[in-house]
């Protein structure tokens, strides 16, 4: 199986900026698409950004494009989101998960999932 474990949250004001990281086990890291999925308080858990295996296709949430930037390193079994410009709805525990293919926006298409990394912004 696949372990997933994120990193890199905390506590931020608006405007400011957060990388959260992604570490795999496994060696078959390049063959799964990798997506950030996000929950606030009293919400469905949502879609955030996605990421081909070969890093070559992304695809992301209308509420955070042209803010927030997925990235994977596959040397290093990592996967990456990189969060500019935060806003206080960015706030909620953002979660990773690995499919088998693609990069699929779809919550139940996703086999392994992380336990968290809490965001909170400010306003």
């Known amino acids: 199986q696949v372990q997933l474990v994120e990193s890199g949250g905390g506590l931020v004001q608006a405007g400011g900026s957060l990388r959260l990281s992604c570490a795999a086990s496994g060696r078959t890291f390049s063959t799964y698409g990798m997506g950030w999925f996000r929950q606030a308080p009293g919400k469905e858990r949502e879609f955030v950004a996605s990421?081909?295996?070969?890093?070559?296709?992304?695809y992301y949430a209308d509420s955070v494009k042209g803010r927030f930037t997925i990235s994977r390193d596959n040397a290093k079994k990592t996967v990456y989101l990189q969060m500019n410009s935060l806003k206080p709805e960015d706030t909620a525990a953002y979660y990773c998960a690995a499919e088998r293919t693609g990069y699929s926006s779809i919550l139940s298409e996703y086999e392994y999932w992380g336990q968290g990394t809490q965001v909170s912004v400010s306003s």
């Open positions: 990421i081909s295996g070969s890093g070559g296709s992304k």
